[in-house]
């Protein structure tokens, strides 16, 4: 306890910024400090102990539903590490490799007509990934440019706005909701568990490409992740309501409100995402190293680390 103390002072101020600065709202300064004690230092010393282990770049994959804190969670972790450990850490989010919007809109003329739509395996663009997390593991390490996709256009930015990284990493958290994912059996992907599904899927082909990609590709970019972190959702009804307060703040960022969902247009975007979320919630609540336990109201309600 006294040497979580100890850290606490090291990193609260850093903390407590960045909270402020993103609008985070926390219901008082005492659950704060409880979230920072309790939960992101108890991890953070997870993670370098897992980093001291492996004696090479640390790569991390961390999952959770739409609107349940992954990138503010990846990004308090990194404040943490880098002001305790002093380490280099460099967040990817599998979102910014989405394939462009052309690429979609050929995948839905061709393959089927909900491909258009970024969010399923098969619409990311997993070798550029993969190039990627190869350049920031490279030992002869060079300054190299990583995409950039703008949800506000539904599409990846020009290459001259990719973000510029220029140092070689200890740890990387690839963060995104699907990291993580697994297959399902053909008797459970013929099963429907949406009105998109039922009425726009009526042949499965949707759902089996995806699937097939989680099989081949996405099982080959997942299996050289070192740990899983994992954020487990109450139900899935909680997705509807932390995403619309998500568009709510791309709307104040954006210059424009195009493609910003309204509440209509959010109920159908998170059906596309259903099916995986929720077979997640099984697998990874019992395989992940570390799972956060989110209540309704999006608090942590309390950490496991296996």
């Known amino acids: 306890m006294q040497l979580v103390n100890e850290c606490y002072h090291k990193v609260k101020r850093d903390y407590l910024i960045f909270l402020k600065k993103e609008k985070i709202s926390v219901k008082s300064k005492k659950k704060s400090i409880k979230n920072l004690k309790s939960f992101f230092i108890p ?23 739409q609107g349940s804190g992954k990138t503010t969670i990846s990004k308090i972790l990194k404040i943490i ?44 663009d997993i070798n550029l990934l993969k190039k990627a997390l190869f350049n920031l593991n490279k030992k002869n390490f060079k300054i190299f440019r990583s995409p950039r996709f703008d949800k506000s256009i539904d599409d990846r930015v020009k290459k001259k706005y990719w973000d510029i990284i220029k140092n070689k990493p200890e740890i990387i958290i690839l963060e995104g909701w699907c990291v993580g994912a697994k297959p399902q059996s053909q008797n459970k992907i013929k099963k429907t568990v949406n009105n998109l599904e039922k009425n726009e899927d009526k042949n499965f082909i949707w759902r089996k490409y995806a699937n097939e990609k989680l099989k081949k590709e996405y099982k080959s970019l997942f299996s050289i992740i070192d740990n899983f972190i994992f954020i487990k959702i109450p139900n899935y009804r909680m997705v509807f309501k932390w995403r619309f307060i998500q568009e709510k703040k791309l709307r104040k960022k954006s210059h424009s409100n195009k ?44 950490i496991l680390i296996r």
């Open 259 to 302: 493609k910003i969902m309204n509440s209509k247009e959010i109920k159908r975007f998170i059906m596309f995402y259903q099916r995986i979320a929720l077979q997640m919630i099984k697998d990874l609540s019992k395989s992940a190293s570390v799972v956060m336990y989110l209540k309704k109201n999006h608090e942590i309600n309390k």
């Open 81 to 124: 590490i880098k002001k305790l450990f002093k380490r280099k850490i460099q967040i990817i989010s599998i979102d910014n490799f989405y394939k462009t919007l052309q690429e979609r809109k050929e995948m839905s003329s061709k393959i089927h007509n909900l491909l258009r739509t970024r969010g399923v395996p098969g619409t990311h």
């Open 43 to 65: 991890i953070s010393f997870w993670i370098e102990e897992k980093y001291k282990k492996k004696g090479g770049t640390l790569l991390l994959g961390l999952s959770g539903a």
